[in-house]
């Protein structure tokens, strides 16, 4: 309400011509009608698994590490320990990225909330480049994904993602006490 009398009291004043005074009004207006989503709701899994990901590689790049430099400064160095240490090391460099690329993922999270069963929630990284990609390679050998434009839906998704537009699609069964969620985000 305040930014609305500031641009009015600019129209009254001539800071600003009308037709720039109602443009920017009506952009108010939609920004104030676009509904605020919740952030995404990060089951404690989520932080679990990417936290575990991340230490562990931690934990095999300092070992990694150790070995390689024991191993370059003891006399009697093998070229199997040698090859080992780099192995681990290079294991340990694989898990604090992908440790990493999991805490920024965008996840999908399905929900299903039962009136007399169990609640079951379930979360996937959600790579939609990589499967824009692997579409792109798969359409030549599967005709109906080239009609179905399944890749264009993924890009367009992983524009508004990046936007922070989350998707949610919300399922309620009012019958039984049913509800479906499922978020991408």
Same mark, same amino acid.
């Given at each position: 309400?305040?930014?609305? $009398? ?6 009254? &004043? ?26 995404? !709701?990060? !089951? ?11 230490? =562990? ?10 070995l390689l430099s024991s191993s370059y400064t &003891? ?20 898990? *604090? ?6 805490? +920024? ?8 909330? +039962? ?9 996937? !990284? ?9 579409? $792109? =390679? ?18 367009a998704m992983q524009d508004e993602l990046r936007d922070d537009h989350p998707f949610v699609v ?11 969620? *499922?978020?991408?985000?």
């Open positions: 309400m305040n930014e609305q $009398r500031q641009i009015l009291e600019l129209i009254e &004043s001539g800071g600003i011509n009308v037709e720039e005074g109602v443009r920017r009004l009506e952009a108010l207006a939609e920004t104030a009608a676009a509904p605020k989503l919740p952030p995404a !709701p990060r !089951p404690a899994l989520v932080r679990w698994l990417w936290q575990g990901m991340f230490w =562990i590689g931690v934990a095999l790049l300092a070992w990694g590490g150790w &003891s006399e009697a160095a093998t070229a199997g320990r040698l090859i080992w240490a780099w192995v681990v090391f290079v294991l340990g460099v694989l898990g *604090v990225m992908l440790g990493w690329w999991l805490q +920024q993922a965008r996840w999908l999270y399905v929900r299903v909330r +039962q009136h007399d069963g169990p609640n079951i929630t379930l979360a996937f !990284p959600l790579p939609l480049g990589l499967v824009t990609w692997g579409l $792109r =390679i798969a359409q030549p050998f599967v005709p109906q994904l080239e009609n179905a434009g399944v890749d264009k839906l993924f890009l919300k399922v309620d069964d009012g019958e039984n006490g049913e509800q479906v969620q *499922v978020y991408f985000g």
